[in-house]
């Protein structure tokens, strides 16, 4: 098992910037990919951004790339997404996840563990 728990979420203002945690606990944290996703009222949950066991390759959605950069510190097993030039499109609550490697990151249904949530909410 697979606890995660994000936080750094809240209210900013377009054009702010935020960064969310997610602290990870339980099994070993290095075994896991690391995902965020996010999901709007009314919407369905998409892909933000991924990074692999040893930080060597990151992904991210088109919507997002060159805004937002996940990392991870494996000696604290925390990941991290910073999230910069925030649009009001990009309110949600986006959740942290993990998956083994060699599978699709970009598909929330691969992902093995999920955390509860943070709200993001961009005003304009």
């Known amino acids: 098992q697979v606890q995660l728990v994000e936080s750094g979420g809240g209210l900013v203002q377009a054009g702010g910037s935020l960064r969310l945690s997610c602290a990870a606990s339980g099994r070993t944290f290095t075994t896991y990919a690391m995902g965020w996703f996010r999901q709007a009222p009314g919407k369905e949950r998409e892909f933000v951004a991924a990074?692999?066991?040893?930080?060597?390759?990151?992904f991210y959605a088109d919507s997002v790339k060159g805004r937002f950069t996940i990392s991870r510190d494996n000696a604290k097993n925390t990941v991290y997404l910073q999230m910069n030039s925030l649009k009001p499109e990009d309110t949600a609550v986006y959740y942290c996840?993990?998956?083994?490697?060699?599978?699709?990151?970009?598909?929330?249904?691969?992902?093995?563990?999920w955390g509860q949530g943070t709200q993001v909410t961009v005003s304009s």
């Open positions: 990074i692999s066991r040893s930080r060597s390759s990151t």
């Open positions: 996840a993990a998956v083994l490697p060699g599978r699709p990151v970009v598909r929330g249904s691969e992902y093995d563990y």
